[in-house]
Each structure stands twice: as C-alpha cells, then as structure tokens.
C-alpha cells in the first residue's frame, strides 16, 4: 500500500473538513429554518405601529359636516389618544368655520388584528339654537399594518358609518369617515410641532 503524497493529504483532509462542515450546518439548518419561520409567524407584516405610540396629543384640520346633505365646511380638531398594547381610548373635539362643533370619545379593544368598542358623538351648530345630536354606536373593524378601517352602528334609523385611519407618516395620521356613499369627515392629524 502505498502512502499519500503530503498534497494528498492536504486535500483529504481539506475534503474531511468541509465534508463535516457540511454535515455539522445540514444538522443545524433545519432547527434555524424552523426556528425563522416561527418567528416570521409571530413577527407582523411590515413595520406595523404599536398602540402605545398614538398616546398624546393630535392636532388636526380637513373639513367637516354632520350629514351627507350638508356642505362640507373647514374644520380644525384636536385629540388626545391613551393607549396600551391591547385598548385605545380617544377623546376629540372639532370646531368647523361655520359654527358645526362635534365632540367624539371612541373606546376600542383589540384581539390580534381585530377590534370592537363603542363610539359617541356629541354635535352642534353654533348659534343655531338647536339641541346637541347625540349618536352612541358599536365599532367593528380590522388592523391591517397602519390603516384600521372600522364600521360604526348606530341604533335607530342612523346609519353606518365606515371610518379608515391610516398612519402615514411617524407624526401624522389621516381620518376618513364616510356614510350612504358620502364622505363626512376627512381630516388629516399632526403631532404638535410637527408638520
């Protein structure tokens, strides 16, 4: 039998070593792949917000009305959102140029992507001597990345209303809410500051 060249060697052992590297990361490959698709399971699509960095104070301007048969009239709003990784709570008040004001508290609870709560609205057209509408409702709705989009029930002959918001920027989020095919509100909001 005849002994291996040193470069023979070399190379044998090279092919050793790989051939075990080899080995060593096939073992291993199959626990990471699993392990990166569970944690792609667990991590949301995209670079979703989280509730908690809503909290604070929103202002906001757009236009407004209290129903589809009115004009639609500028308006300047200001909210202020608490929340924690499963509830939000917002409190908003707009003033509309001529004379509607609204008054909206919602309340909502989030499981996974999904949402409920409930809704009320306070409004008034300054100076008309009219009592204050109030409409109280239950929301419904979805969260998909940064828009949720939610419908609003109210009882009796009210009807529905779709409301979408959609962080668009880390300081800014727009508000759409729309009923019988007409848009009620749409107000885009700010951080203080921030434009």
Known sequence: ????????????RKMFRSFSVHRFVTGLRAPLAAAVVAWLALTPAGAETKLPEFNGQWLGSGTDRDT???TAQPTRC???VTADPTHMTSNMECNGNAGLHKRVRLSISFAGNKFTGSTEQI???RGSG????RRAGTVTGVRTGDKAEFEVRFSGLTPNAHVVLELTSPTSFAMRISTLGATLTKVDFHRPGAR
């Open 1 to 12: 039998m005849r002994n291996p060249s040193p470069t023979a060697e070399v190379a044998a």
């Open 68 to 70: 589809p048969l009115a």
């Open 78 to 80: 200001q909210t202020r």
């Open 123 to 125: 409004s008034v057209v």
């Open 130 to 133: 009219a009592a204050p509408k």
